[in-house]
């Protein structure tokens, strides 16, 4: 059920530039429209394609397993998580802003009024947004890998004796000739 | 009444979504008239802190003397925008269950209890 | 039956004419917001600063909220052991 020869490439050229544009739509969420929902469901649509030109049980499930995606997507929450509590560790209460205009990683100081925007400015808000936007793109991978395989007809173990026959007659086909299983 | 526009938008939005809801049995069709009903209620309170002749608000190449429209309510839809992304894949995982159980997605028709 | 729902929808269009679209019912803390959102926080976009700033709570919760859906749906669909 893959497409042809057009599909598949035209995919494959298409979704690192994808990537590239949501990512820039995370990073500059502080200066320009945008953020860290918005990104994270641009880089969930390069999924998407991704999905739609390869079929994923034949081709992709042995080159990107769906436990990256799920890894991708707690470790955006737990990002999330230890920047708030690094405000009560630092001086006063839950998500302080405390790398605001202080000279560290994010902290230049901003001209106010209108002026064309800084991108190390605004303290945690940057941080914030990379963690949301890495959430986000992991849930709704995880949701349409996971919708797209549907339902289960048989459980694990009948599953594993089905293998396990299948690839016992290139065994005993010698000792048993043919029309021994179905 | 020309200048309303969006409101009377929002109230035909809400009465179609209601109509889909309460007279459709096809579950799918219940599921896309409830996603409708989340748009419309995302449209009002937009379009409830719109001042006139006002600019987006940020100050990255603002043109100059404009005022800006109300910050508070866009925040506000963005998180009810997820909320209703999260509500809508779990409905249609159990109407997958549904039809997998059952063989149909006819409401009239999955009244047994145990079966 | 569709009745209701013709009453419904012409009900709330009373309100609908009522309310005047360009000039909201202004509360001082959206001023606020607006006014003193660069000298506070440093970012130029006064709805970043709201959301993850002086709301970042909400988006706490709301973060909590997408995970567990995808943890009800990877839930729904998982392989039974018998």
């Known amino acids: ?31 320009t429209p945008g953020g860290g929902f918005q990104g994270g469901a641009v880089i969930a649509t390069g999924v998407a394609l991704l999905l739609v030109s390869y079929y ?16 991708v997507e707690s470790a955006g929450l737990m990002l999330y998580i230890c920047t708030a509590l690094a405000g009560i560790v630092v001086g006063s209460g839950l998500l302080f802003n405390w790398l605001n205009a202080s000279g560290g990683l994010f902290g230049h100081p901003v001209a106010y009024g209108v002026n064309p925007g800084d991108l190390f400015t605004a303290g945690t808000i940057p941080i914030l947004n990379f963690a949301i936007g890495i959430e986000v793109f992991g849930a709704l991978s995880v949701v349409t890998l996971i919708m797209f395989a549907g339902l289960r007809e048989k459980t694990q173990q009948e599953e594993d004796a089905e293998a396990a026959e299948s690839a016992a007659p290139l065994v005993s086909k010698r000792k048993k000739g043919k029309g021994g299983r179905k | 009444m020309i200048a309303n526009l969006p409101f009377i938008a929002v109230a035909l939005l809400i009465g179609i979504s209601l109509a889909i809801i309460l007279l459709k049995k096809n579950m799918i069709k219940m599921v896309m008239g409830l996603s409708i009903l989340e748009g419309a209620v995302n449209l009002f309170l937009v379009a409830l802190g719109y001042r006139e ?63 | 039956m569709i009745v209701l729902v013709v009453l419904a929808t012409l009900i709330l269009l009373v309100p609908a004419v009522g309310l005047n679209f360009g000039d909201p019912i202004t509360s001082s803390t959206d001023q606020y917001y607006i006014d ?41 669909f998982r392989r039974l052991y018998k």
């Open chain 1, 1 to 31: 059920m893959t497409l042809g020869l057009i599909g598949r490439n035209a995919g494959r050229l298409l979704v690192p530039l994808i990537f590239i544009f949501g990512f820039y739509i995370v990073v500059h969420g502080h200066i």
């Open chain 3, 36 to 76: 003193h959102s660069q000298v506070e926080t440093g970012a130029n976009n006064v709805v970043a600063s709201i959301v993850f700033d002086y709301r970042g709570f909400d988006t706490l919760g709301e973060a909590t909220v997408l995970f567990i859906a995808v943890l009800g749906v990877a839930m729904v």
């Open chain 1, 56 to 71: 994923y049980r034949d081709c992709l499930e042995r080159f990107i397993p769906i436990t990256n995606f799920k890894l």
């Open chain 2, 53 to 115: 002749n006002g600019i987006a608000p940020i100050f990255t190449s603002a043109p100059e003397g404009a005022e800006m429209v109300l910050p508070t309510v866009q925040a506000l839809t963005l998180t009810n925008i997820v909320i209703g992304v999260a509500t809508t894949a779990l409905m249609l995982a159990l109407v997958m269950v549904i039809y997998k159980k059952y063989g149909t997605v006819n409401s009239n028709k999955i009244r047994r209890l145990k079966e």
